[in-house]
């Protein structure tokens, strides 16, 4: 079960004993998982993992998920090679691991993900979803990259940007009412600040109860009382890459 005693910078919660239905691929220097929809598609979706890496089984659950809904899902190693956080690291060095993997930092593995789903994938129209680090990533994106159509932030933590409202592109922001590692006030802060300079569609929706990490993290049989929330969550998301994409 969750430990919720012990919050940290990206709740492990419940890990899936889940396989996946994809393959693993060599994209230039990184490392990825793809899954593709039986019937061929020109849609997307790049999924950026939290700081338990690309090989997380909860973050490729998400990925096949994706697929089962007509999308092209890629998961690459956005930390090219370098190790993910592993539950049992001492917290203590948390913020020195992290100075070598940031979330702004990763524009030329993007373009080589982009440049794949458009040559080897046939991919026109292409979105982008990350939780916690990947969250912040795709804040990022939005902000940054001019090819990618939308985004979805899953709990993203927004104090890694000074600048967090000139968004590109529609982007959805989904926070957990009790997240202990993004306080209210900076969902507040950001809603403020998109108010004044956004000029595309964005949404934030915060999801009453729920944790960090709750879209893909906790077992619906684990914590039946969450479940409403997780599979509204999952059905946001999806309902806005369809708008979107």
Known sequence: MANESRPCPCDIGDRFDYGGRGQEVQVEHIKAYVCKPP???EKAVIVIHDIFGWQLPNTRYIADMLTTNGYIAICPDFFVGQEAWKPSNDWATFNDWLKTREASKIDKEADVVLKYLREQCGAKKIGVIGFCWGGAAVHHLMLKNPHIKTGVSLYGVIRFFEDISNLLHPTFFVFGEKDDIIPLEQ??????????????????KIYPGQTHGFVHRKREDINPQDKPYIEEARKDMINWLNKYL
């Open 187 to 204: 969902v507040t802060l950001l809603e403020q600040k998109l108010k004044q300079n956004c000029k595309v569609d964005y949404k934030i």
């Open 39 to 41: 019937a061929s598609t």
